[in-house]
């Protein structure tokens, strides 16, 4: 059992010597990692700076030299990343924390993101009040605020450090007893406006003996579980709510970039997908919403989130990105849709009820989808429980075909 502490010894020595002797002081090993281009660290550490620059196939002094600060922090989260992986995979790294400001707090999340979800990463920064999207990504890393910068040890910082070392400690001394079933697992998507229709599926999906983890569609959400795909911790996608690729296109605040929909695809995971919310593009408040966009038809879902409706002409080019992107699948894919409405908004007497837009965008995925991808429309909304039982039941036939079954 060992933490492993990922820091800049040339100007955070003093404080990461603090931190190593609070974790030691509980019993628990600490390793070093010096990412500290500037000079010489204030103490030895374990695996040296130069040894972090090799990792990513440059060297200590190519980076001082280079003079260019942002390429040093690149090349330096790419080593402390390429070091932390092998000390896990080598069983000698249980844990890792990092402190600094936005120069280290960027190398040590680099770090921490290249680690399985589940093993502790903690990172005190002075970013960490604001967005730290950035940061931590779509990984489990808890971000403490150091309130006052990392400079120096004073009454202040010595609290916040300690607190982070010994919320280390207690992430990788105290393993709850967590019970894993040995159930096959489908990844779901959903958003608040396809709630229905994922719990409906879930409780189907459950009762057959899967186990679901449902992903909300914030884009974050979705390069989650794209990530988790590809680490083969699901063996089946329900992507019900594709909404995220409304926001890629369209520019909202909500996407979750050009490779959603392909992991699934490139993996040969069993996958259902489905229109879910792709009637809608999200911005932050009203205010905030940019100027070209006047005109167009709004919901406020609440001050913090102002939804806006896709036209057909965005309907129909979303249609051709999702189709392409299903046809490239080498596993066992269909698409359902839900020719009642893609949302609870998308249906009579709602705010985003508009029939042509559907029908751009249900026209599209005919038309661009290869046969290889079944097919399948259901005649409800997507919320109905009918519409939900198709898709599950879809999936659950394919898994069971595919041999990852229950």
Not at 92 to 103: I, T
Not at 324 to 345: D, F, H, I, Q, R
Request: proline share 4%; with cysteine; glycine share 12%.
């Amino acid at each position: 059992m060992a933490v492993v502490l990922v820091g800049t010894l040339d100007t955070k020595g003093e404080e990461f010597a603090f931190a190593r002797d609070v974790i030691e002081a509980q019993g628990v090993d600490v390793h070093v990692v010096d990412v500290g281009v500037l000079g010489a660290p204030e103490f030895e550490p374990d695996t040296t700076a130069a040894e972090a620059a090799a990792a990513a196939g440059t060297t200590l002094d190519a980076l001082r030299e280079g003079g260019d600060r942002g390429e040093a922090m690149t090349a330096m989260g790419e080593g402390a990343a390429a070091v932390v992986t092998d000390l896990y995979e080598s069983g000698a790294l249980s844990g890792v924390l990092g402190l600094g400001g936005s120069g280290n707090t960027s190398i040590a999340t680099t770090a921490m993101r290249a680690l399985p979800v589940g093993v502790p990463k903690v990172m005190v920064s002075t970013m960490a009040s604001g967005d730290t999207e950035p940061y931590v990504g779509s990984t489990d890393i808890a971000m403490l605020y150091s309130v006052a910068d990392i400079e120096g040890l004073n009454q202040l910082s010595r609290r916040v450090i300690s607190n982070a070392a010994l919320a280390t400690v207690g992430m990788v001394s105290n393993e709850a007893d967590v019970t894993v079933e040995d159930r096959p697992t489908v990844a779901v998507t959903m958003f608040g406006v396809t709630t229905p229709c994922v719990q409906a599926a879930r409780e189907y999906l459950e009762d057959a003996g899967y186990e679901t983890i449902v992903f909300h569609a914030t884009g974050t959400g979705g390069r989650a579980m794209e990530g988790l795909i590809r680490q083969g911790v699901v063996d089946g996608v329900l992507d019900v709510t594709t909404t995220e690729w409304a926001d890629e296109l369209v520019g909202g605040v909500l996407a979750a970039g050009p490779e959603r929909l392909d992991a699934a695809g490139e993996t040969g995971v069993p996958q259902v997908v489905s229109t879910g919310a792709l009637d809608m593009v999200n911005f932050g408040p009203r205010e905030s919403v940019p100027e070209e966009f006047e005109g167009r038809r709004f919901h406020v879902h609440n001050p913090q989130v102002t939804l806006m409706r896709t036209t057909p002409a965005e309907c129909a080019e979303l249609g051709e990105i999702v189709a392409t992107k299903l046809n490239a699948a080498t596993g066992p894919t269909a698409l359902v849709l839900p020719l009642g409405g893609v949302s609870m908004l998308d249906v009579e007497g709602e705010d985003f009820y508009d029939p042509e837009a559907d029908a751009a965008l249900f026209d599209a995925l005919r038309e661009h989808l290869d046969p290889s991808v079944e097919l399948i429309e259901v005649d409800t909304d997507i919320n109905d429980e009918a519409f939900a039982r198709t898709a599950a039941e879809q999936l659950d036939e394919y898994m069971r075909a595919a041999g990852v079954g229950p």
